[in-house]
């Protein structure tokens, strides 16, 4: 950003406004100058995220206090059943005190889903596994469940959304509008040959156009940027206003631009132009690139003939499509000036045209989005960039059907629970700040969402750190990025979310799996213990045979959920909801019906037996064998979502 030394009025301006001051840690390209100190230490920019990053506490991820909940939940009615049946059991005389006792801590152990802890990690563990596998580095194993779970996904918009590479899309000269394909410096394998100009819906020749060529070769007698080809991919050495007259020049031209000026004026904030005084075919000219108002201005008030109502209306197009506006002109002067003297610019000017430049969308983006929104997660843009530059480049990617902004310094005028009452109205947030990002974040969780936060920056490590999910870049994040994050995108690529997205959800089910098969086969045990003392029998299985079924048959049967692969449409369902916890009232149902069946199975085949004359030690062998193939039934059909007994019990 160009800074200047003019003061400025307004004290509202956004940190990306204040173009006279210089911010500590940040990096002079070029250029030098003499300043005041206004803030040190904490008091400085910096130090206001170090101190927001300090004081952001680290929450529990919802799977964590789902399984908090529900553990503490069945520990206290577990212990509550266990005291009751002792009491009626003592009262009853239905067993001595001491086998009481026995078959009560049998009972409370037989009961307990001890395998759950283990189980849970295990299935975590998979899942990291798998997004490694898809350039995903997870740094905590809950992680790796939350961003399935997420229903926001708050992103960046330079780099993640976008490209980062200024490409040049729209040309207009004095009686043309032409619209110039490819985007991005690779501008997709156009950079060696000859690139394609759109003229009323037809490709046309530029060279034919005598402004269109002018405009063309000032974009490369004008830039300092240089192209490089590194690791096969197309890079910029230089400004990105630059990239994109470089890369708009070798796409037309098919060469790279050569230019020695034989004098330069660099591009100063107060004047907002540059020049360079060249010899171009046969005479010395002086070509100027800058803003379209003050190249506009300039040409009026030397009293040039154009038309300024034409280039007002143009440059208003393409402002309002987000892009980025530059003036290109030319100015011949005589053979013998050897120096640019800036009093003379505007004598005898001429307006070659103006080019609009835009940081184009990653094609593979908008797929992306699409699924996100068909899984019900809403992508939200944040970035320090203009709103019309954001609500373009937003509306291009389908963020939402309806794209509306707000900027920081609108932000920063609201009390908190104003924001929090109309931050769902806003998919994109534009020149925000470090401070916006968190409060943007604190808003949606009190509102109960499950947010996610992308970004790469440090002043973006609040905002990660204070998310459910904080997802940092792998190649351009800062250290403290990622440091803040939970997860790390290896590569970059924002299309990796909707993978993580689905790993994550496919673990949510793999551990929901595991505790409605572990809760009902841990309650049947239970449940056979209690039916025999209300009922005043004979215990039907032993100790030992009640704590192997819990610690052997159990633990070894319900690992099949680790390789359990993803249901069909579990990208087309909605975000689960971590208040109502891991299970439904359905799944509650389904676990009590299923204990009472298996543990009424066993009791009846136990007295059945033994009312044959069969001995006791038989008939709990063969109660065991009941209880475990019980289970192994039940394993098969918790694979998928249709009850018990169905024609889905073996799925193809």
């Known amino acids: 950003m160009k800074k200047t030394d003019e003061p400025l009025t307004n004290g509202d301006l956004a940190i990306t406004s204040q173009t006279n001051m210089a911010f500590a840690s940040t990096l002079v390209t070029t250029g030098s100058a003499l300043g005041i100190v206004t803030a040190t230490a904490i008091d400085t920019e910096i130090g206001h995220i170090q101190q927001s990053v300090s004081e952001v506490k680290e929450q529990p991820t919802p799977l964590m206090r789902n399984l908090n909940k529900l553990g503490f939940g069945l520990s206290v009615a577990i212990l509550i059943a266990a005291a009751i049946l002792f009491i009626i059991g003592w009262l009853t005389q239905v067993y001595s005190l001491p086998i009481l006792l026995i078959v009560i801590v049998t009972m409370v152990v037989g009961s307990m889903p001890e395998g759950l802890p283990a189980s849970t990690s295990v299935v975590l563990a998979m899942g990291t596994q798998q997004m490694t596998k898809k350039n995903v580095i997870v740094k905590t ?53 000859d690139g394609q100009l759109q003229y009323n819906g037809k490709t046309v020749d530029w060279h034919s156009d005598d402004n269109m060529r002018w405009l063309i070769n000032i974009a490369g007698q004008t830039t300092d940027a240089q192209l490089h080809h590194e690791d096969g991919v197309w890079e910029i050495t230089g400004e990105p206003t630059d990239g994109a007259l470089t890369t708009l020049f070798k796409k ?23 020049a360079r005084l060249v010899d171009f075919e046969g005479q010395r000219v002086l070509m100027l690139k800058g803003s379209p108002a003050t190249i506009i201005n300039m040409a009026v008030e030397n009293g040039m003939p154009i038309d300024e109502q034409y280039w007002e209306d143009q440059m208003a197009k393409m402002t309002a499509q987000g892009l980025r506006v530059v003036a290109l002109a030319y100015q011949p002067v005589a053979t013998d000036i050897e120096d640019i003297d800036p009093i003379s610019i505007g004598q005898d000017m001429i307006i070659a045209g103006m080019v609009g430049m835009i940081d184009p969308p990653r094609e593979e983006v908008a797929q992306s989005i699409i699924q996100l929104r068909q899984a019900g997660i ?26 509306n902004a707000i900027t920081g310094p609108e932000i920063d005028e609201m009390s908190p629970e104003q924001l929090q009452d109309h931050i769902d109205e806003y998919n994109v947030f534009a020149r925000t700040t470090p401070k916006n990002k968190l409060q943007i974040v604190n808003a949606q969780r009190a509102n109960g969402h499950v947010v996610s936060m992308t970004g790469d920056g440090v002043n973006d490590a609040p905002a990660l750190k204070q998310a459910d999910i904080g997802v940092a870049m792998g190649i351009k994040g800062t250290e403290v990025a990622k440091e803040s994050a939970n997860m790390v995108l290896a590569n970059d690529k924002f299309t990796d979310i909707v993978a993580a997205v689905r790993e994550g959800r496919h673990v949510f089910d793999n551990i929901n799996k595991t505790i409605r098969f572990l809760l009902p086969t841990s309650f049947a045990e239970g449940l056979v213990v209690a039916f025999s003392i209300l009922l005043g029998q004979e215990m039907p299985l032993y100790p ?49 019906y299923v204990s009472v069946l298996i543990s009424g199975l066993g009791i009846w085949a136990f007295d059945w037996v033994t009312g044959l004359g069969v001995p006791t030690v038989v008939a709990s062998t063969m109660t065991l064998n009941i209880i475990i193939f019980g289970k192994i039934f039940y394993l098969f059909n918790i694979r998928n979502s249709y009850p018990v007994i169905s024609k889905y019990f073996f799925p193809k």
């Open 378 to 403: 809403k992508v939200k843009m944040i970035t320090g960039d203009h709103p019309d530059t954001a609500k373009a480049i937003a509306a291009t990617l389908g963020l939402d059907e309806r794209i």
């Open 544 to 592: 030992t045979q009640l704590l192997w079924i819990n610690m052997v048959s159990a633990l070894t049967i319900q690992f099949a959920f680790i390789f359990e692969p993803p249901e069909s449409g579990i990208m087309m369902r909605g975000p689960r909801s971590v208040k109502s916890g891991i299970l439904s009232k359905m799944d509650i149902v389904e676990i009590v």
């Open 252 to 274: 037309l031209t098919g060469e790279y631009p050569d230019s020695e000026p034989i004098d330069s004026l660099p591009f100063d904030s107060a004047i907002r132009y540059s």
């Open 141 to 193: 194993l809950p992680a790796v469940e939350t961003l399935g779970a997420v229903d926001i996904v708050n992103t960046d918009k330079t780099g993640t959304l976008t490209k980062n590479e200024m490409t040049v899309t729209v040309a207009t000269t004095a009686d043309r509008v032409y619209e110039i394909s490819g985007v991005g410096y690779d501008a997709e394998g156009n950079l060696d040959l």
